[in-house]
């Protein structure tokens, strides 16, 4: 949130130069490119990053159910297999 604010500052400052037709206009409007690609290309590999976090979430929950299920059933088929069941 903090980074997404001065960016914001640092884009109304570049426009702002460039508007006012600044003696260094190429070299600013490069560095501003720099700036906002830089950006963006954080802001993607951030959202891609949580989503491969979420996605690992889900499955470590999914394997530990599958691992509690998987201890219920030794438990049931143990108990099937030693118990008297009146035969």
Same mark, same amino acid.
């Given at each position: 949130?903090?980074?997404? @604010?001065? &960016?914001?500052?640092?884009?109304? =400052?570049?426009?702002?130069?460039?508007?006012?037709?600044?003696? !260094?206009?190429?070299?600013?409007?490069?560095?501003?490119?720099?700036?906002?690609?830089?950006? !963006?290309?954080?802001?993607?590999?951030?959202?891609?990053?949580?989503?491969?976090?979420?996605?690992?979430? !889900?499955? @470590?929950?999914?394997?530990?159910? &599958?691992?509690?299920?998987?201890?219920?059933?030794?438990?049931? !088929?143990?108990?099937?297999?030693?118990? =008297?069941?009146?035969?």
């Amino acid at each position: 949130q903090q980074s997404e @604010h001065r &960016v914001e500052a640092i884009r109304a =400052d570049g426009e702002k130069l460039l508007k006012e037709s600044h003696y !260094e206009s190429e070299r600013v409007q490069a560095q501003l490119n720099e700036v906002l690609e830089g950006w !963006e290309e954080l802001r993607s590999k951030s959202q891609k990053k949580t989503q491969l976090l979420q996605e690992s979430y !889900e499955a @470590h929950l999914l394997s530990s159910k &599958v691992g509690e299920f998987d201890n219920w059933l030794d438990k049931i !088929e143990h108990d099937l297999t030693t118990s =008297d069941h009146g035969v």
